[in-house]
């Protein structure tokens, strides 16, 4: 991407197919399949303005979708509005290192300040060190460790 500058918009109907081809590239890289009726369910509800689910894209030179971002502000008993959660982050592989999971975490920010979050934090995979240089320049690591219940 020879262009720097990032445009990042909401996500938008007519964005259905590149997003869907981003939100595999995600699966694929977390080596994780949902059934087709949870993608199809995330979408709607990502462009459900009555939901808490909000989702981004950014947009290179051509105003090509080559990055999306899915996060959501919940109420915590440690703040008066909440934290927003930033749930998925991919930027398409060939466009990677070009600023865009900078722009579209910074876009997250300002929607979280907009709102009145008083926090916005995300979970990578230990492994995912090229994502983790990034986070580490706009972010700090905290020392919370992650527990899930075990599968019934």
Request: net charge negative; proline share 3%; aromatic share 12%.
């Amino acid at each position: 991407m020879a262009d720097r500058t990032v445009q990042v918009r909401s996500l938008q109907t007519g964005d259905r197919e590149r997003w869907n081809e981003l939100w595999l590239g995600y699966l694929q890289f977390y080596k994780h399949d949902l059934p087709a009726d949870l993608t199809d369910l995330t979408w709607r509800r990502l462009l459900d303005p009555a939901h808490l689910f909000q989702g981004l894209a950014a947009l290179d030179s051509e105003q090509r979708i080559v990055g999306i971002v899915h996060f959501h502000i919940h109420a915590s008993t440690w703040a008066r509005v909440g934290y927003c959660y930033l749930e998925d982050l991919f930027v398409d592989p060939a466009c990677r290192g070009s600023g865009l999971g900078r722009a579209l975490i910074e876009a997250v920010y300002r929607s979280a300040d907009e709102q009145g979050a008083e926090r916005v934090y995300w979970h990578t995979e230990n492994t995912n060190d090229r994502a983790q240089h990034l986070y580490r320049q706009v972010a700090e690591l905290t020392p919370f460790i992650q527990f899930r219940r075990r599968p019934l």
